[in-house]
């Protein structure tokens, strides 16, 4: 019977070690889930931000894009003008 008790007590005691070593790892490993849910939402928030500036720049091109071809046209509309005007002048 003392042999038993000794046993469980042993038993006991170990098992109680490893619960509290293993109620430690995981508060450890739920504070490292917690940092990286943390960092993953800095992440997530930092990409929205890259994306929504790279939208404006694209928006940005765009609009230099239409004002550079409404200048090529009236270029060569001035251009043609002044042919024309050359070409009367010529003639006269």
Do not use: F, P
């Amino acid at each position: 019977m003392i042999k038993l008790l000794k046993v469980s007590a042993v038993i006991l005691g170990t098992s109680l070690a490893i619960g509290c070593a293993s109620t430690g790892d995981l508060e450890k490993l739920q504070a490292d889930v917690d940092s990286l849910k943390a960092q993953t939402a800095a992440i997530s928030a930092k990409a929205d931000s890259a994306a929504s500036d790279a939208k404006a720049a694209a928006d940005n091109a765009l609009a230099a894009t239409a004002a550079a071809n409404r200048a090529a046209d009236s270029a060569a509309e001035t251009n043609h003008k002044l042919d024309r005007m050359l070409n009367k002048a010529m003639m006269k």
